[in-house]
């Protein structure tokens, strides 16, 4: 299963929303997490099963979608939610992990 | 609090071996499937080996099947990567990472270990 995530770079400004769209080349449930990357830190993981926010996650964040699309969205953006994003999906037979290919979200 | 520790890093030349670990400690290790994630400098993450909790599963995806060894000990809480025949595009931060219980996703990251492949 191929992850295709988009956009690959986003510019945005504390207080905005914004979404991040991540597309599965055949339907995979609701078999997809989404993780926040930041230098100098262990990635954290954000949401699981399309929707599900891990604990601790802000309720600012939000995961959506289920089959092959999937969205993220951060409301109220804060300076501490400008990362790299990534989505990840789980294929059973046989057991493979595929991430998207990132999206960088970066101050405006 | 779960910890991830990565170690044994670091520059090797095209066709050797090398052998990276993993120290856990913060939750029972023995009951978690454990996972090995890389990613080459300015490129996304790429899932590498998956072991089952008492090792006797394990996965792998084509780009490294047959040249990446998973395992675990259990009594010593430490995942290890066995990377043998290492090619330039091996060159990557790795990562070593927890399977949520039960589940697909990786609860805990450790913070990596830079391999660089090249003579």
């Known amino acids: 299963v191929q992850m295709t995530q988009s956009p690959s770079y986003l510019a945005a400004s504390p207080g905005e929303s914004v979404s991040i769209s991540c597309k599965a080349s055949k339907s995979i449930s609701n078999n997809l997490a989404w993780y926040q990357e930041k230098p100098g830190k262990a990635n954290k993981l954000l949401i699981h099963s399309g929707s599900t926010l891990q604990s601790g996650t802000p309720s600012r964040f939000s995961g959506s979608g289920s089959g092959t699309d999937f969205t993220l969205t951060i409301r109220s953006l804060e300076s501490e939610d400008f990362a790299v994003y990534y989505c990840q999906q789980y294929n059973e037979y046989p057991p493979t992990w595929t991430f998207g290919g990132g999206t960088k979200l970066e101050l405006k | 609090e779960v910890q991830l520790v990565e170690s044994g890093g670091g520059l090797v030349q095209p066709g050797r071996s090398l052998k990276l670990s993993c120290a856990a400690s913060g939750f029972t290790f023995s009951n978690y499937y454990m996972a090995w994630v890389r990613q080459a400098p300015k490129k996304g993450l790429e899932w590498v080996a998956t072991i089952s909790t008492s090792g006797s599963r394990t996965y792998y995806p084509d780009s490294v099947k047959g040249r990446f060894t998973i395992s675990r000990d259990n009594a010593k809480s430490s995942l290890y990567l066995q990377m043998n025949s290492l090619k330039s595009e091996d060159t990557a931060t790795y990562y070593c990472?927890?399977?949520?219980?039960?589940?697909?996703?990786?609860?805990?990251w450790g913070q990596g270990v830079m391999v660089t492949v090249s003579s």
């Open positions: 990472a927890r399977r949520g219980y039960g589940s697909y996703y990786f609860d805990y």
